[in-house]
């Protein structure tokens, strides 16, 4: 279940730039395009209690280590899926950020009155400029999780082949010192994942909060101006509705 909604997040990547098309340009409707942000909020909560699975089944497993001393071999494959996992999570978290920058900048591209509104918006109430705070997400994993992984000589890289990675770990897992330096560095990646989905969803929040206030205020800006331009006056008994001098 959730490989499929990985792979969807990780298609929507590839989807945005069909955005920049006909489709985007001019038969999708506002309200669709603001159910993308909506519909990825519903994804991350799903994550953020994946994330919390993993971590209590790491913790599980650090403490069976501290006990034993040294797991035995069934209990760290138990381990290598939960690296997987865990995996899957910050490959989750690098698409769904890359995704929703594009798709804001995208948006704002569409919609030329929205980037107006966003300007008006962070004068007034100090709202991020939320391209640039999904960039700030995705670099900050990233970064991150580079930065654990060079303690067990692995790189951001490398997480996308499972054999370099499972190798590497098959080398740690030899030693109590090896699978405790594994165990723990896994811990800290999967304890940033958690607290970035978090900020993540506050992100997307806020963002459809943003994009639901300027479809309000764009709707009503377009019920303002077909009062304006239409008129009700008596004729032969009735009401006879004139707009641009149509009579009907």
Known sequence: MKQIILSAIILSV?????????SFAGSLEVTQVGQWVDDKIDSVKDYVQFAKNVKHNLDQLKTMRTNLKKLGSRDWIDFEDQ?????????YQDALTYAASNYETLFKNKYKNYDEFVRMY???TGVRDFAQEYKTLNKSTRNTVESALKQLNLSMDDMEDDKVVMDRLKDLSKSSVGQKQAISV???????????????????????????????????????????????????????????????
């Open 122 to 124: 962070q004068s007034t």
């Open 186 to 248: 896994v811990s800290q990646i999967s304890l940033h994942s958690i607290e970035q989905l978090k900020k993540l969803e506050k992100v997307l929040m806020s963002n459809h909060q943003l994009h639901a206030a300027w479809i309000a205020k764009k709707n009503a800006r377009e019920e303002m101006e077909d009062a304006a331009h239409s008129t009700r006056v008596p004729a032969n008994g009735r009401d006879l509705t004139i707009n641009y001098g149509k009579a009907y």
């Open 14 to 22: 590839i989807s945005l730039s069909s955005l920049q098309g006909s």
């Open 83 to 91: 690296v997987r996992e865990l995996k899957r999570l910050v490959s």
